[in-house]
């Protein structure tokens, strides 16, 4: 078998501190929030789980700017995106719950590049499993759909 090489150690050291930043508890707090909270399927939705100036509001832009950055740093360059494959699974979840709002949100902010690294990684991310793995992106989707708050936690 032959493997790429076209990763370095620099890929795996900000693949490790894009890591330890994600274990930064108040960043953890909202990652949590996210997966089990976070279910818009459209801007009104997103309004009303959100309000502005709401922790939840601030939780949504926590995680979802914390992976529109980390996709900018695959669409730049600066990070293999296939050596980012191997581990950043976490991205895709992002992408799934916030696909069905994007282009409205996109139009009410009139700006065409709200997450659009976010959207590029993803999809080339959903490619990528496409042709290692088939059917591995619909049934991550369909578990991350059914993750639903947990009982007594709000």
Not at 8 to 18: F, K, P, V, W
Not at 20 to 49: I, T
């Amino acid at each position: 078998m032959m493997f790429s090489m076209s990763a370095t150690i620099e890929d795996a050291r900000l693949i490790l501190e894009l890591y330890d930043l994600r274990r930064e508890e108040r960043l953890r707090e909202a990652r949590d929030w996210f997966v089990r909270h976070f279910h818009c399927n459209s801007l009104a939705d997103f309004n009303a789980l959100c309000p502005p100036g709401s922790e939840e509001n601030g939780f949504a832009r926590m995680v979802t700017s914390y992976w529109e950055m980390v996709a900018s740093f695959i669409t730049a360059g600066v990070l293999d995106q296939e050596l980012f494959f191997q581990s950043g699974q976490e991205l895709l979840l992002v992408w799934t719950r916030v696909k069905r709002f994007l282009p409205e949100l996109r139009h009410y902010t009139r700006n065409p590049h709200s997450w659009a690294n976010l959207e590029k990684v993803a999809r080339a991310y959903i490619e990528y499993w496409d042709r290692t793995a088939p059917g591995a992106y619909e049934a991550f989707e369909a578990r991350m759909a059914s993750v639903t708050p947990a009982r007594g936690k709000g």
